[in-house]
């Protein structure tokens, strides 16, 4: 009786040391990160590179699952965040109708100084991580895909 009885007194010992919390999400990790999800999309279609730059780290990489039309086989384009805050500046985004635009952000989860993200822009959907560095939520992978 001895030998199983410590086993078990084990397992609720164990059961009752509260395991390690996690950072709670707090409303102003939802309204920074929200506010950086929309400093993208929205510097995006204003053309406004400054917006487009505070929302996304140097580090960003931003890809999508392309096929070349000539093989019809899949590949990776990536582009980095100079390549995207200049396409903001040379304004592409105002190439997108107004009433074709949109700015629907979904916080999917927030974990420490992760959270991931989606933004439903109309044409496309980006799903994005973002991480807080220094005391700031910023972009750093974006995965798109377009809307056919």
Not at 50 to 72: F, G, Q, S, W, Y
Request: glycine content about 6%; cysteine-free.
């Amino acid at each position: 009786m001895r030998s199983t009885l410590l086993p078990l007194l084990a397992m609720l010992a164990l059961a009752t040391i509260p395991a390690p919390s996690a950072r709670a999400q707090t409303s102003a990790d939802s309204t920074a990160i929200r506010a950086a999800a929309l400093d993208y999309i929205e510097g995006w279609y204003s053309g406004d590179a400054e917006r487009m730059a505070r929302a996304v780290h140097p580090a960003l990489v931003k890809r999508i699952v392309a096929v070349n039309r000539e093989t019809d086989e899949a590949f990776v384009d990536d582009m980095g965040a100079g390549k995207l805050v200049a396409g903001t500046r040379a304004a592409y985004g105002r190439e997108t109708p107004e009433d074709q635009r949109r700015t629907d952000v979904t916080i999917f989860e927030i974990f420490g100084n992760a959270a991931s993200v989606k933004i439903d822009a109309g044409g496309w959907i980006d799903y994005m991580h973002l991480a807080k560095i220094d005391g700031r939520w910023t972009i750093l992978n974006v995965l798109w895909e377009l809307r056919r």
